[in-house]
Structure formats: C-alpha cells, structure tokens
C-alpha cells in the first residue's frame, strides 16, 4: 500500500526542507524568465525561518519528506496574501497544489473574515496561470518588472454562501 501526501501545519523544524523544495520548485522559473536571482532561490534559511514565524505555513508530507509548501497571512486589510506556492516536481500534476491552496485559504479563514485571497505569478508561467484559474482565481492586473517580467495579480472572493445544514 502507498504512502498518502499528508497537509498540515509547518514549523521552523521544517525551514531546511522548505527550502530545499522551493530551491528545487523555482529552478523551472528561473530558466523561463531567465533570471536566476530571484527571491525565492537566493533566500536564507534564517529569513526563511524569520518568514515562518510571521505567517502561516503548510506542508504536504509524503512520509517524512516535504513535498510541497505554501504561506500566507490575512493582512490588516482582511486580505489573504498567498505566497510561495511550491510542489515537488515529480509530484507535479497531481491536484497537490489545488489542495494546498485550498487547505490555506481555509487556515486564513479562521483568522477572520477574509474580504478576497491576492496572489501573484509571472505572466509566462501558464501552469500556475492555469491551476490558479481552475481554483477560481481571476486576473485583476498585470504589472511589468523588466523587459522580461510582468507580474500577474489574482484575486479570489471567498464564498459567501455557507453550506447547507442538513435536519
């Protein structure tokens, strides 16, 4: 019998193997836009560790390995600001990400009412575009860094509706 992914709460304890995973995760980034001197690849453990104490943290566990991470925070706004997304790439495909985004929006929810859920990706990553899009995301701008790099902001309202009680 196979092993099942497992989400739950990360920790400092987790900030070597987050970060290996995300070094792995954003080389593919890297290359399409060419620029190897992006954030998530040149962060130290010591800010990534400062990073985790600040906001919310899941990971995806495949046994004891790290297999996929993403954080976020509800900022005075009420805004769910979503970052560093990151699945493993032989766990690529999955549905892994959907569940990670949608497992975080639920922990931010329960911070407080959340007005809508922000993230961001670059404009040639259109798996990202795409598993954004399926999660009800929708573009709300586009914002050009370099000649290289426009940044695609998304937004996703909350439901409002809550489910049914069943008598």
């Given at each position: 019998?196979?092993?099942?992914?497992?989400?739950?709460?990360?920790?400092?304890?987790?900030?070597?193997?987050?970060?290996?995973?995300?070094?792995?995760?954003?080389?593919?980034?890297?290359?399409?836009?060419?620029?190897?001197?992006?954030?998530?690849?040149?962060?130290?453990?010591?800010?990534?560790?400062?990073?985790?104490?600040?906001?919310?943290?899941?990971?995806?566990?495949?046994?004891?390995?790290?297999?996929?991470?993403?954080?976020?925070?509800?900022?005075?706004?009420?805004?769910?600001?979503?970052?560093?997304?990151?699945?493993?790439?032989?766990?690529?495909?999955?549905?892994?990400?959907?569940?990670?985004?949608?497992?975080?929006?639920?922990?931010?929810?329960?911070?407080?009412?959340?007005?809508?859920?922000?993230?961001?990706?670059?404009?040639?990553?259109?798996?990202?575009?795409?598993?954004?899009?399926?999660?009800?995301?929708?573009?709300?701008?586009?914002?050009?860094?370099?000649?290289?790099?426009?940044?695609v902001h998304l937004e996703k309202?909350?439901d409002t509706l809550p489910l049914?009680?069943?008598?």
């Amino acid at each position: 019998m196979g092993m099942s992914v497992i989400i739950s709460a990360g920790d400092a304890e987790d900030a070597e193997q987050i970060l290996k995973l995300q070094y792995l995760g954003y080389q593919p980034e890297a290359e399409l836009y060419g620029n190897w001197a992006i954030e998530p690849l040149t962060q130290s453990l010591e800010s990534l560790r400062a990073e985790l104490t600040g906001r919310h943290v899941l990971v995806a566990r495949l046994g004891d390995e790290v297999v996929g991470a993403v954080r976020g925070r509800v900022d005075t706004e009420g805004v769910g600001r979503i970052e560093r997304l990151v699945v493993h790439p032989r766990m690529q495909r999955h549905g892994l990400g959907g569940r990670l985004l949608e497992a975080l929006e639920q922990r931010l929810a329960e911070d407080g009412p959340v007005a809508a859920y922000r993230l961001f990706t670059g404009h040639r990553s259109l798996g990202n575009l795409r598993l954004y899009a399926r999660q009800g995301y929708r573009q709300t701008g586009v914002e050009r860094v370099d000649s290289r790099l426009s940044v695609v902001h998304l937004e996703k309202k909350p439901d409002t509706l809550p489910l049914a009680a069943t008598a």
